[in-house]
């Protein structure tokens, strides 16, 4: 089973930028289907497909958030510009070996524990 680690959270006022890291040990993301997640209970907000081919976004998220892997460094990638208040929530990274996305947290075996993003002035 692939450990997740994610990075790269932190404070950053409103409409500023931040780039999230998730970085798999174990196996390589290659392998997986990988998708973002925010709050509790999980939230979808960007996800990529086993072959890396497709992207996916929730509607609140879309125009603002970018996911990319690189499998390289075995790291999925979440870059987010313009970002707001509502913005602020825990964000975690999970994985599974289903070649599609999907927005349900259920459907995802392997998670990391989450890093924690505010935006605030």
């Known amino acids: 089973q692939v450990q997740l680690v994610e990075s790269g959270g932190g404070l950053v006022q409103p409409g500023g930028s931040l780039r999230l890291s998730c970085t798999a040990t174990g196996r390589t993301f290659y392998k997986y289907t990988t998708a973002w997640f925010r709050q509790d209970p999980r939230e979808f907000a960007a996800g990529i497909n086993r072959l890396g081919s497709s992207t996916y976004y929730a509607d609140s998220v879309k125009g603002r958030i970018t996911i990319s892997r690189d499998d390289a460094s075995n790291t999925v990638y979440l870059q987010m510009n313009g970002l707001k208040p509502e913005d602020t929530a825990v964000y975690y990274c999970?994985?599974?070996?289903?070649?599609?996305?999907?927005?349900?947290?259920?459907?995802?075996?392997?998670w990391g524990l989450g890093t924690q993003v505010t935006v605030s002035s």
């Open positions: 999970a994985s599974r070996t289903n070649d599609y996305v999907s927005q349900r947290a259920l459907d995802y075996t392997s």
